[in-house]
């Protein structure tokens, strides 16, 4: 019987939203995987772990989950649904059952990120010089891409718990990236060791999947044959 190719459903974080897995789907489609990508509204993490979920209703089962970022916590949560069967963090957050997407983050130094946001109009907003911090590795043309369609979370967001703790049952591939000035490393290599992932470490800024895709596709895929 020959074996089933698995689905790869991508989940973004805050101001990298879907459109950001673009250098990704493409290839990946053309090698035969049904791929897609949610688009969450960041008005709460249960909101989005409700959207995650009915977006794996939308490819065949088994799936991958890929996560970026705060999309961490969303697969975190998510990723407990029995169509999911592996979990891909990328730069990403992955909290425990009694902690919140901010938990972790406030035990590590502050990224230089923090300074170049704004809330305005009940939204926390990347400052278009804040891209340097999130995306710095990109032409100065994608940065402002980034900028331009980024996605922008109510402010208290990641005070949420998330739902269920995926990497607990179902194996997880995480990549560090190395020169994050978004997420902290260190806090990256400790999600990765606490949750017993096979992890890839990448010279990039927060957003490997722009700056180095052949390097996440490369995990994706073996993260899809496991």
């Known amino acids: 019987m020959p074996k089933t190719k698995k689905s790869i459903v991508f989940c973004h974080g805050l101001w990298a ?16 995987y049904e791929c897609i990508a949610t688009q969450h509204g960041l008005n709460t993490t249960a909101e989005d772990v409700a959207v995650t979920k ?17 999309g961490g916590s969303v697969i975190t949560g998510a990723g ?14 992955a909290p425990d059952a009694d902690e919140t997407t901010q938990t972790q ?13 704004e809330v305005v109009d009940g939204r926390i907003w990347l400052r278009p010089e804040g891209t340097k911090y999130f995306c710095g590795d990109l032409s100065e043309q994608e940065q402002k891409l980034v900028w331009a369609t980024q996605g922008a979370p109510k402010p208290d967001l990641f005070e949420a718990k998330v ?32 949750m017993g992932a096979t992890t890839f470490e990448c010279d990039s800024s927060h957003v490997p999947m722009l700056s180095q895709p052949d390097f996440v596709l490369d995990v994706i ?4 044959d496991a």
Do not use: M
Not at 55 to 61: A, K, Y
Not at 165 to 178: E, F, G, L, R
Not at 221 to 224: H, L
């Open 54 to 70: 009915e977006t794996i209703g939308r490819v065949s089962s088994p799936v991958i989950l890929v996560g970026h970022s705060y």
């Open 221 to 224: 895929r073996k993260a899809a």
């Open 17 to 32: 939203d879907g459109s950001c897995f673009s250098k990704l789907i493409v290839p990946l489609q053309a090698e035969g």
């Open 80 to 93: 407990t649904d029995d169509r999911v069967v592996g979990l891909v963090y990328i730069a990403a957050l």
């Open 105 to 117: 983050q406030s035990n590590f130094p502050k990224t230089d990120i923090f300074s170049h946001v």
């Open 163 to 194: 739902g269920g703790t995926a990497w607990k049952s179902k194996p997880s591939w995480y990549i560090v990236a190395k020169q994050d000035r978004t997420v902290h490393p260190d806090l990256e290599r400790f999600f990765a060791k606490r």
